[in-house]
């Protein structure tokens, strides 16, 4: 691609974010809505077919967990043994679906609901049996004293040898599931050891989340503005150069930042009709920060690593393009890319990274549209265009 058409992209992708970055848009929110009507336009008017669908989701995560592990702190106060055993049986299992890309049923049937909108738009060869999926997302997260960022700095700049050698974050719901666990533990053995751990875990995480639920919304340019710019980049991209063989879903949900729940609905309207052995799923998530990294896999409590041969068409993509693409890193988070990669198809999520292997400003309030390095997401979106043309190229020499 020509070096004026990557400042063309640089362009859309500044401009859309810092008209997005202008209001608040947390998960199931009006400004949520507000955000994926002005990206469907945008998509529309790149000569996409797009659309905004109304899905329902509850629309945080601190509730449910909260909820849960009060409950399991609160039991493992008490002396009742048989208490602590069923409500730390509860709430584990509760916790552990709830956070690994389950059903949610603890929050569906408890918590209230309300609407969530995703955008999808519809481009390339719409006649072709191929079809790539770019997810991205638009709804923004609630900043804690959990993700600052001294925090990561600290640890690195003290410790470089260990953040070098270190290939998977930290994992922070560990302790959280730990808490009910204590708790059911306790029950089963009579422990008072194992009873004042349980309570100091689930109390200390009913506390965190409660702490994360009064806190304001983020900007989010870099997780996950800088996503919605990629896939408006690539419709701007097949616009003006249409591609051939291979058909072309540009995606953005909302309530990620809830666990996933926007890409729930999508998956119940959209997945029946998107078969396993011809559709792939592309996650694109947080490439603003100065070098651009692929997952190897992803989990909170259990790791599901991605498609092996998918991510080294990708990484043969950035070979091709000679752009930076960091391998080898796995998160203890869970995106979007986990719906899709749980449901059978081969999937790769798009991340980038600071020098201490995190996304930058993560669910911190300077994840501002000055703070993203723009051409991580130029590179993204030629990455992702060089994906799709070179699945097209395969499919036609086949």
């Known amino acids: 691609m020509a070096k004026t058409d990557q400042s063309d992209l640089q362009a859309l992708a500044r401009d859309l974010i810092y008209e997005l970055a202008e209001f608040e848009r947390p998960s199931a929110s009006d400004g949520e809505r507000r955000a994926a009507e002005l990206i469907a336009s945008r998509l529309a008017a790149d000569g996409c077919t797009a659309a905004v669908e109304r899905e329902q989701a509850h629309g945080t995560y601190w509730w449910p967990l909260g909820l849960l592990t009060l409950a399991s702190g609160l039991a493992?106060?008490?002396?009742?043994?048989?208490?602590?055993?069923?409500?730390?049986?509860?709430?584990?299992?509760?916790?552990?679906?709830?956070?690994?890309?389950?059903?949610?049923?603890?929050?569906?049937?408890?918590?209230?609901?309300?609407?969530?909108?995703?955008?999808?738009?519809?481009?390339?060869?719409?006649?072709?049996?191929?079809?790539?999926?770019?997810?991205?997302?638009?709804?923004?997260?609630?900043?804690?004293?959990?993700?600052?960022?001294?925090?990561?700095?600290?640890?690195?700049?003290?410790?470089?040898?260990?953040?070098?050698?270190?290939?998977?974050?930290?994992?922070?719901?560990?302790?959280?599931?730990?808490?009910?666990?204590?708790?059911?533990?306790?029950?089963?053995?009579?422990?008072?050891?194992?009873?004042?751990?349980?309570?100091?875990?689930?109390?200390?995480?009913?506390?965190?989340?409660?702490?994360?639920?009064?806190?304001?919304?983020?900007?989010?340019?870099?997780?996950?503005?800088?996503?919605?710019?990629?896939?408006?980049?690539?419709?701007?991209?097949?616009?003006?150069?249409?591609v051939d063989g291979v058909r072309v879903l540009l995606v953005s949900t909302g309530s990620e930042e809830s666990f996933m729940e926007g890409m729930r609905g999508f998956a119940k309207r959209h997945f029946g009709s998107l078969p396993t052995d011809s559709t792939s799923f592309v996650c694109v998530d947080s490439v603003g920060?100065?070098?651009?990294?692929?997952?190897e896999g992803e989990g909170m409590l259990r790791m599901a690593d991605y498609d092996e041969e998918f991510k080294s068409q990708f990484s043969d993509a950035a070979a091709e393009l000679e752009i930076e693409l960091v391998r080898g890193l796995r998160f203890r988070?869970?995106?979007?890319?986990?719906?899709?990669?749980?449901?059978?198809?081969?999937?790769?999520?798009?991340?980038s990274i600071s020098r201490f292997k995190?996304?930058?400003?993560?669910?911190?309030?300077?994840?501002?549209?000055?703070?993203?390095?723009?051409?991580?997401?130029?590179?993204?979106?030629?990455?992702?265009?060089?994906?799709?043309?070179?699945v097209a190229a395969a499919g036609r020499d086949a």
């Open 76 to 242: 493992a106060l008490t002396r009742s043994r048989l208490l602590r055993l069923a409500t730390g049986a509860f709430s584990a299992a509760a916790l552990a679906d709830d956070i690994s890309g389950g059903s949610q049923w603890f929050r569906r049937a408890v918590l209230p609901r309300r609407s969530t909108w995703n955008v999808v738009a519809e481009t390339g060869d719409r006649t072709a049996s191929k079809t790539i999926v770019f997810v991205a997302h638009h709804d923004a997260a609630n900043w804690s004293l959990l993700f600052a960022p001294q925090i990561p700095e600290f640890f690195g700049d003290r410790f470089p040898k260990q953040l070098e050698r270190s290939k998977t974050t930290p994992p922070i719901m560990f302790p959280v599931f730990a808490g009910p666990m204590l708790t059911l533990l306790s029950g089963l053995t009579g422990s008072k050891v194992l009873r004042r751990a349980a309570a100091f875990l689930s109390l200390g995480s009913a506390l965190t989340f409660a702490e994360i639920g009064s806190r304001s919304v983020v900007p989010g340019a870099n997780d996950n503005l800088s996503g919605v710019a990629v896939i408006a980049g690539l419709a701007n991209i097949l616009r003006r150069d249409p």
């Open 358 to 390: 995190a996304p930058s400003n993560y669910h911190w309030p300077t994840d501002t549209p000055e703070n993203v390095d723009y051409s991580s997401v130029v590179d993204a979106t030629l990455l992702c265009e060089r994906l799709l043309r070179n």
């Open 333 to 351: 988070n869970a995106t979007d890319a986990l719906i899709s990669l749980q449901a059978g198809y081969p999937t790769l999520m798009l991340g």
């Open 289 to 295: 920060s100065p070098t651009l990294m692929q997952l």
